[in-house]
Every structure is written in C-alpha cells, then in structure tokens.
C-alpha cells in the first residue's frame, strides 16, 4: 500500500491550505485514515482522523481550524487546513489503520509527506 500526499506549499500566517492523501494498492474501506505532522527533532504530532465507520477525531490544537474528510471512492482522505499559524509549520503525512487499532497509536501504512511552511 501507498499513501502519497500531496497539497502543501509556502503559505502566509492567516491563509489555507487543502491537503490530499490517495492510497493505491488496496482499498482502505476497513481501515480509519488520519493526519499527523512532525517537525525535525521531534516526536510526530496527532492532528486529526476519520475511523473506518465516519467518526471523526481532532487534536486538541486543531480547535476549529482544520477540517477532515474522507472520500471512500477515490480511496483518499483530505485535511483543510484553515487560518494557519507559524507553528502549524512541519512535514504532514497520512496513515492508515485497520479497523481494531487506534490510529492515534499505531498505523499499518504511512506516506511520506508533504511540506506545509507558514511565514509569519
């Protein structure tokens, strides 16, 4: 399985970002899909998740800013990212986890990335 992430940029404070993950290989209809993000040094970050049957959990930063949403036919998971702030800066990655894991803990599959940088 492949989750290749795409939508990130160069932004400034304020402005949005769409972030999209496709998975190829097989269909992830059994699996939840979720976000982290991760700066270099540090521990990768929860930022949000959709579980295999809709329910949709956030981290506590998000706090209305960011947006989740799943689309079952193109096998893909989204993140609208809203009123970004300097330290929302980090490489944000896609995962995926059978339906008896908690995404949050652990994952099957992961992509690799994709950079959002916010200036202030």
């Known amino acids: 399985v492949q989750l290749q992430a795409s939508g990130g940029g160069l932004v400034q404070a304020g402005d949005s970002l769409r972030l999209a993950c496709v998975a190829s290989?097989?269909?992830?209809?059994?699996?939840?899909m979720g976000w982290f993000r991760q700066v270099p040094g540090k521990e990768r970050e929860f930022v949000a998740m959709v579980t295999w049957n809709g329910n949709l959990r956030y981290a506590d930063f998000v706090k209305g800013r960011f947006t989740i949403s799943r689309d079952r036919a193109r096998n893909a998971v989204y993140l609208q990212l809203n009123s970004l702030k300097f330290e929302d800066t980090a490489n944000y990655f896609c995962?995926?986890?059978?339906?008896?894991?908690?995404?949050?803990?652990?994952?099957?599959?992961r992509g690799q990335g994709t950079q959002v940088t916010v200036s202030s």
């Open positions: 290989g097989r269909t992830l209809s059994n699996y939840g």
């Open positions: 995962a995926a986890a059978v339906r008896n894991l908690n995404l949050v803990d652990q994952f099957n599959y």
